[in-house]
């Protein structure tokens, strides 16, 4: 279990470096990310966009690296998503070009790279009011899932965190009230849900749920309402209702409470690192530190 995204880097550092294709690469955000990355031994970037905008970024940072020219955005994403078809990179990284675009060439039935039943958002969160890293889905792709999407978001979170040394995750099904409401469906959804982790349907994690945030994350908030259970107090995955609850946890960690924010998707061949435009460097830094670490697994 990692405390902070320092504690996170420092170990992605000591595995060994894993080629990254950033599309869109007219991002200098992105590229300062990649050069840091670079310099600890966690990344060798591949850029694929504009090679004339990119190359005078590449020369303001100071890096050194492969550059594959592309016309618009989406040749950019079919040239990205090719170049780790054809194993010349572990990990897709999203640039200057819009998620609708690079998902598009991610699903393509042809030469895409999807995997799983479903694409989610994994966010983890660094916030210093909390002693580990938090992890959150779904706040970037599922709009309002279902339960049998909430559980594909709980399998994907779960195979990637046990990927990355999480051996049981602790998983809070989040809801605004920790008791069973017929007047919210994502109490009895959670419920449910955590039936079916005492039977065995999902496995390698511990869940319970419904619970509110305060007794997913503080054991005393979860003593005083009298909350027991390995879970209460102790989550490490956050699941949400539903994307706007997610997309507002997340950013409250950094508005409100200065923390970093790291995203990537899942149920694809391989980590695609995607945070906001408005993320800086650090945030981008963190998301390939977790998708290096996660590709040096598999």
Known sequence: MFCNFDEMLQYASKLGTQKVALVGSEDEEGLRALKKAQDLGIAEPILV??????SQICEKVELDCEIID???SVEA??????AIRNNKAQILMKGLVKTSILLKAVLNKEWGLRKGELLSHLAVLDVPAVDRLIFVSDG??????????????INNAVSFMNNIGY??????????????????????EAAAISKM????????????????????????????KKISGSVAGNADLLVVPDIHSGNILGKSAIYLADGTIAGIILGATVPIVIVSRADVA???????????????KN
């Not at 995750?169 to 469906?185: D, F």
């Not at 650090?282 to 040096?296: D, E, F, P, Y």
């Open 77 to 82: 994403a079919e040239k990205g998503v090719k």
């Open 197 to 224: 982790a005492q039977r065995r349907q999902l496995k390698n994690c511990e869940i319970d749920g419904p619970l509110a945030l305060d007794n997913a994350l503080s054991e005393m908030a979860a003593k005083i």
């Open 49 to 54: 966009g504009d090679k004339e905008k990119t």
């Open 282 to 296: 650090r945030s981008k830094l963190a998301s390939l530190a977790l998708s290096a670490i996660s590709a040096t």
């Open 167 to 188: 051996e049981n995750p602790r998983v809070a099904l989040l809801a605004a009230v920790e008791v069973v409401n017929e007047s919210m469906p994502e109490t009895l």
């Open 140 to 153: 970037g792709m599922v709009i309002k899932p279902d339960i049998n999407e909430k559980v594909a978001i």
């Open 70 to 72: 592309a016309s618009d």
